[in-house]
């Protein structure tokens, strides 16, 4: 079994930056790509960003190109999204997720992605 727990997220001002983290814990790491949804309230979840977790390829939604990113610790099993340049419609609470081997790797649906945490919540300030 494996745990994702988010952190990071509370208060930024437009144009500011943030860091969210996701730590995995338990006795297995299943997981060949991770990826950060966010969803805003009255909106559905969307997808923001994933990295493959051995080769560290990673995969932006349009919204947040050249914006965010994300990275991740291979020892730590931890995983970032460095928010850059944070606009108001960024505010959401964002959930980190973890897709099994198998599953179509360039398939970024919320569907997809087996594992997920409990969500952190981004305010931003206009």
């Known amino acids: 079994q494996v745990h994702l727990l988010e952190s990071g997220g509370g208060l930024v001002q437009a144009g500011g930056s943030l860091r969210l983290s996701c730590a995995a814990s338990?006795?297995?790491?299943?997981?060949?790509?991770m990826g950060w949804f966010r969803q805003a309230p009255g909106k559905e979840r969307e997808f923001v960003a994933d990295?493959?977790?051995?080769?560290?390829?990673?995969f932006y939604a349009d919204s947040v190109k050249d914006r965010f990113a994300i990275s991740r610790d291979y020892g730590k099993r931890t995983l970032y999204l460095h928010m850059n340049i944070v606009k108001p419609e960024d505010a959401a609470v964002y959930y980190c997720?973890?897709?099994?081997?198998?599953?179509?790797?360039?398939?970024?649906?919320?569907?997809?992605?087996?594992?997920w945490g409990q969500g952190t919540e981004v305010t931003v300030s206009s």
């Open positions: 990295i493959s977790w051995s080769g560290g390829s990673t």
């Open positions: 997720a973890g897709k099994v081997p198998g599953v179509g790797a360039t398939d970024y649906r919320a569907a997809t992605y087996s594992y």
């Open positions: 338990g006795r297995s790491f299943p997981f060949s790509n």
